[in-house]
């Protein structure tokens, strides 16, 4: 139980840096022109900003838990499977993330450069989650 636990935590963490390096430090401004954001300096200033931040929290703590318990339930009984691991994630995001992205390129015109940028990133994160399901679980 602490062992999952700790995986969901850790996992839920990580992939929250990861979101945040990745859409703020490295690419901040090409994402925002491919999502056709545009920042006003009161909406920045404005507290309801830390809703989405705790949303976002929420989804990816649901997927840390997803992938610890698939995992631990698919894994051979006390024996650890990397590929196992790897393959959930890449399960989810062609399942999920493949799909939901596809859609907001067909109908909502996102560019394709969007999709790649959200699918990637998506893609990091689900094989991060599932690498410390393989460590803690």
Same mark, same amino acid.
């Given at each position: 139980?602490i062992p999952?636990?700790?995986?969901?935590?850790? *996992?839920t +963490?990580?992939t929250m840096m990861? *979101? !945040?390096?990745?859409?703020s +430090?490295?690419?901040c401004?090409r994402y925002?022109?491919?999502? $056709?954001i545009?920042?006003?300096?009161?909406?920045e200033?404005?507290?309801? $900003?830390?809703?989405?931040?705790?949303?976002?929290l929420?989804?990816? !703590?649901?997927?840390?838990s997803?992938?610890?318990?698939?995992y631990?339930?698919?894994k051979?009984k $006390?024996e650890r499977d990397? *590929?196992?691991?790897l393959?959930?994630a890449v399960f989810?995001?062609v399942?999920?993330?493949l #799909?939901?992205f596809?859609s907001?390129v067909?109908?909502e #015109?996102?560019t394709?450069n969007? !999709?790649f940028?959200k699918v990637?990133e998506?893609? +990091?994160?689900?094989?991060?989650?599932?690498i410390?399901?393989y460590?803690f679980?």
């Amino acid at each position: 139980m602490i062992p999952c636990l700790l995986s969901v935590i850790f *996992g839920t +963490i990580f992939t929250m840096m990861i *979101g !945040f390096y990745w859409y703020s +430090i490295l690419f901040c401004d090409r994402y925002l022109k491919e999502a $056709n954001i545009k920042l006003d300096k009161k909406k920045e200033d404005d507290e309801q $900003n830390s809703k989405p931040l705790i949303l976002e929290l929420l989804a990816r !703590f649901i997927k840390a838990s997803l992938i610890t318990y698939l995992y631990s339930i698919l894994k051979v009984k $006390n024996e650890r499977d990397l *590929g196992l691991a790897l393959s959930l994630a890449v399960f989810f995001c062609v399942t999920f993330d493949l #799909q939901y992205f596809t859609s907001k390129v067909v109908w909502e #015109q996102k560019t394709w450069n969007f !999709f790649f940028m959200k699918v990637i990133e998506q893609f +990091i994160s689900l094989s991060t989650l599932s690498i410390i399901a393989y460590i803690f679980v």
